[in-house]
């Protein structure tokens, strides 16, 4: 038997089971809101080419509409000015796509706490508990925010300062590049925090990840049916050519 047998007997059998750790993309799909004066992307939108009609009779088919950061998506180091000249979407290995998934839940701390961050001291005690990050994984932030995910205001949960939501402070993003993680996934609309605009430096889980050829995966669900460690991670983004990132769907094998 050679791994993909045994992996694809353990499907056949219940002994694995693939988790669908996506949103679904949709026009009501939540996306950034950056504040004036900076541009901000498109939701999704579908335009009916044809619907079984005079335009087509026999198929249905849509053009899409929207950003390259649009619901459950990855960041690729051309996205962010300390990784632009490093890969776009297209030209990332699929051996980084493909990895260990490892989570990390905080979603008590982060239900009382919505501006809850990753400190460098959290990821420490993860490893004196657990051990070591393994090489090349997909560390995942479980926070339990996906559970807001079909109410926008909620999911940005913004106030006169601006969204509320968990993410990794500025040292702990620090800790994250320099690890040997392959990506970093969240539950939120984007890798790092509601207030991360006003850090130092601003947006820190960009900063440093996508600087350091590290890449980011938002809006995933469903990370509370994936153990601590033991499940394969598999990130699909489109091989958009020079894409700064790409709506994506992401599934989780995880033994039963
Ligand atoms: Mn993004």
Known sequence: MTAITGLLAALASGDAEIVDVTAPLSP???ILQLPPPFA???PLSLEKVSEFDEDGPFWGWNNIHTGEHTGTHLDAPKHWATGRDGHSVDTIAPS?????????DFSAEA???PDFLLEPAHLDGYVAEHGPLQEGAWLLFRTGWSSRGADPVAFTNADENGPHSPGVSAAGAQWLAASGISG???????IDAGQAGGMQPPFPVHH??????????????N?????RTGAL???????IVGGTGSPARAFAIVPA
């Open 233 to 239: 991670l598999v990130a699909a983004p489109l091989p």
């Open 111 to 113: 239900t009382a706490d």
């Open 96 to 104: 980084r796509l493909i990895g260990p998934a490892v989570v990390l």
């Open 28 to 30: 009501q799909t939540p």
């Open 223 to 227: 990370l509370d049916r994936l153990p």
């Open 40 to 42: 901000n992307t498109i």
């Open 184 to 190: 970093f996934g969240v539950e939120t609309v984007g």
């Open 208 to 221: 440093h990840l996508l600087g350091a050829d590290k890449y980011g995966l938002t809006q995933l669900q």
